[in-house]
């Protein structure tokens, strides 16, 4: 049934570097343009509240130095207020820890639990599999321009990779 109408394509056939790309740039894309994800009962979402979508992409972030509080406002051009009570909310479902650091008590830092860890993997694979699926739809010249000019949208100047595997 692979012609049928409303299949969904096999993302299979999408490189996965690609996949991987695209779902940078849709993150950027998200917090340029403060976009949020369906929060359907089924959603990996289900748990976080509308706010704190960003702010969890953000901490999750492969290879972030860490986290402090007005790192993550001032990279979500949020206040602290709304960070602080943002935190809460996560600290309160187990999905973050602050912590105090030793050298320098004013400043909290921010990082992941277990559990955190874990949503983020199911986020992340869910958001590469949406992106496979999208780029499923163009051909491979398409998924390079289509990439390059994502990129461009959500920083000027960026230059997205564009792996083949």
Known sequence: MSGSKGAAPRSSAVPLGQAEAL?????????????EPGLLAGSVYRDLHA????LFE???APGADPWTVHRVARALGAPISTM????DRLEAQGIIQ????AEDRRVVQIELTARGHRLAERLRAAHIENCRAMLGRLSPA????FLRLAAQVAWPGAKASSPDA
């Not at 602080?84 to 935190?87: D, E, G, I, T, V």
């Not at 602050?98 to 650091?101: A, K, M, N, S, V």
């Open 142 to 145: 398409q998924r390079e321009e």
């Open 98 to 101: 602050r912590r105090r650091i």
């Open 23 to 35: 779902h940078g740039v849709i993150a950027l894309l998200m917090r340029e343009f403060r976009l």
């Open 51 to 54: 706010n704190d979508v960003g």
């Open 58 to 60: 953000v901490l999750a």
């Open 84 to 87: 602080s009570s943002a935190l």
